[in-house]
Structure formats: C-alpha cells, structure tokens
C-alpha cells in the first residue's frame, strides 16, 4: 500500500508539473496572441491613417488641377502675350545685330581702303626708288 501511495504521488506531481507547463504555454500563448492583437490594430490604425492622407492629398491635387484650369480660362492670352514680348524682344536683338554688323561692314571698307592706299603708296615708293 505505500507503493501505491508513492506512486499515485509521484502521478499526482508528474500531473501537476504537467499542469503548471500546459498553464504556462497557455499564458505565453495567449500573451502572443495579445500583443499580435494589438500589432494588427496597430497597423489598421496606420492604414486607416494611410487612406486618409491619400484622400487629403487627391483633393488638393483636384483643387490644384481646377485652379490650373480656372487660371488657364482666365487668361487665356497669357501665353500668346509671353510669346509676343519674346518675339520682340528678339526683333530688338536682331536689330541690334544688324546695326553691329553694319558698323563691322563699314569699318571693313574703311580698312580696306586704307590697305588699297598703303599697297598704292608702296608701289609709288618701289616705282621712285627704281628710278
């Protein structure tokens, strides 16, 4: 009989041992299915915070888009005038190119002019120091 209450002991200890480490599995498994909970909260939050942003910013790209257009109808010559105030803006550098090349051209014949006399004058000295 003291075998059997030694035995049914040491069953009763193997139990409860096996008790506290099903008790201790249970625990850190339900901690983990915590803290995933709250990991996935965590992260709807953000996604929800993510849709958000995502709307905010389509609606201010919409505004900006319908001022963009707004502007476009208002001032529809806006661009025509840009063009037209580098279009004369270029007549005056054409112009001014003009001018230069003109003034160029005329100190060219000035120059010429003066070799012609400085080649006339050389030929008359050669021809005087031949005679």
Known sequence: ???K????QRSIDTFERTIEKLDARNEAS???A????DAKREADS???SARDEIAQLKDVVARLQRHMDAEKKRAPGSEARLFEEELAASKTQKEELRMEVESLKRELERKNDLCNKF???QKSLELALEE
Do not use: F, M
């Not at 209450?5 to 049914?8: F, G, Q, S």
């Open 1 to 3: 009989e003291a075998t």
């Open 5 to 8: 209450r030694i035995l049914l």
């Open 30 to 32: 339900r901690k983990l």
């Open 34 to 37: 915590k803290e995933q909970e």
């Open 46 to 48: 953000q996604l929800v």
């Open 119 to 121: 080649e006339a004058s």
